[in-house]
């Protein structure tokens, strides 16, 4: 049997990068090699390269998809796109990947752009699902933080508008911390926004469309021992616990699966993504941010889904892979 020559594409140039390879390793081991050869290549800039056993390092050649590793050359049949933050989950690589003719495993380029940038993600799915109200800033335009605090009242999220793993996130409480809140979200990049605060329970969503079937993961409610789930509360043992399935109404449940399937088609996903809510005391659920490429990490929260509904990473990557090989 011919095995698939798979580039599993890892790490990236974001502050999420070693979870991107810790999340990378754990699907390599789960991917069946019988079936599957994979090369895992880190991303870093222009540097493209696999690490052989002996520590040797061979760059990717660009001009087409392929490596050569003591004269044996191989250009890949598929990429495996393992990266969070850039350039994995905000359409680069999936652009560079359409002019080559390679198939992959996540969103399309145009997916990945509007799900990224939170702004647009949220144009985008307005007046579909519940979302929080927010002020859009750029750098180097005025804005009147008086103003701001007064419309959005307190506490308030300061979040640059294009990150991942609550990197630049500050959960503002008092009109004082506005200035350095703002300071830390454009350290990130050029724009951000600011958000009114929802309280309530924060739920992880999952799923995958693919074959034409549609897979709604099992809720995980996600608590956190720190003020918000940020980098730490992510990535910490100890610091969070996540429950699957989450201890929700039949109603509430309903609800988060009708706007994660209104997330997933109206921002045209594909592959596996998991979409964020917080639900108020009430039973409303609030949109918070769409995860294109998902944690798959030992600690996230997609690996667990999968696996109370019955399902190992490494059939889940059968089911994406074949599906988008499709494509």
């Not at 880190?42 to 660009?62: C, E, F, I, N, S």
Request: negative net charge; contains cysteine; proline residues 4%.
């Amino acid at each position: 049997m011919t095995r698939l020559k798979i580039a599993l594409l890892a790490g990236g140039d974001s502050p999420e990068r070693e979870i991107a390879l810790q999340s990378a390793a754990q699907i390599e081991a789960a991917l069946d090699h019988t079936k599957y050869d994979i090369t895992v290549i880190d991303l870093h800039h222009r540097d493209w390269h696999y690490t052989a056993p002996d520590g040797r390092m061979w760059q990717v050649d660009k001009n087409d998809f392929s490596i050569t590793i003591d004269g044996a050359h191989k250009v890949f049949d598929y990429a495996l796109i393992i990266i969070h933050g850039t350039p994995g989950e905000d359409g680069k690589l999936q652009g560079y990947l359409d002019m080559m003719g390679v198939p992959y495993s996540s969103c399309s380029m145009t997916s990945s752009v509007i799900t990224f940038d939170k702004i647009t993600t949220k144009r985008t799915l307005a007046g579909r699902v519940n979302l929080a109200r927010e002020v859009f800033l750029r750098r180097g335009e005025a804005f009147d933080a008086e103003k701001i605090v007064a419309e959005l009242g307190m506490p308030l999220f300061v979040k640059p508008n294009a990150n991942g793993s609550s990197f630049g996130v500050t959960k503002v409480h008092a009109p004082e911390e506005f200035a350095a809140a703002v300071d830390a979200a454009f350290a990130q990049g050029d724009e951000i926004l600011v958000e009114e605060c929802i309280t309530g329970r924060e739920m992880g969503c999952g799923m995958l469309i693919a074959g034409g079937k549609e897979y709604v993961f099992p809720i995980t409610e996600i608590v956190s021992k720190k003020d918000f789930f940020d980098y730490q509360a992510k990535y910490t043992a100890g610091y969070s616990d996540e429950i699957t399935p989450a201890d929700i109404t039949p109603e509430v449940k309903a609800e988060l699966n009708r706007m994660t399937r209104e997330a997933y088609r109206t921002c045209r996903c594909s592959g596996v993504v998991r979409v964020d809510f917080i639900v108020t005391p009430s039973g409303k659920p609030y949109f918070i941010e769409l995860n294109s490429i998902p944690g798959m990490s030992g600690g996230s929260i997609v690996p667990k889904q999968a696996r109370e509904m019955g399902m190992s990473l490494g059939e889940l990557y059968d089911i994406i892979i074949a599906d988008t090989c499709r494509k």
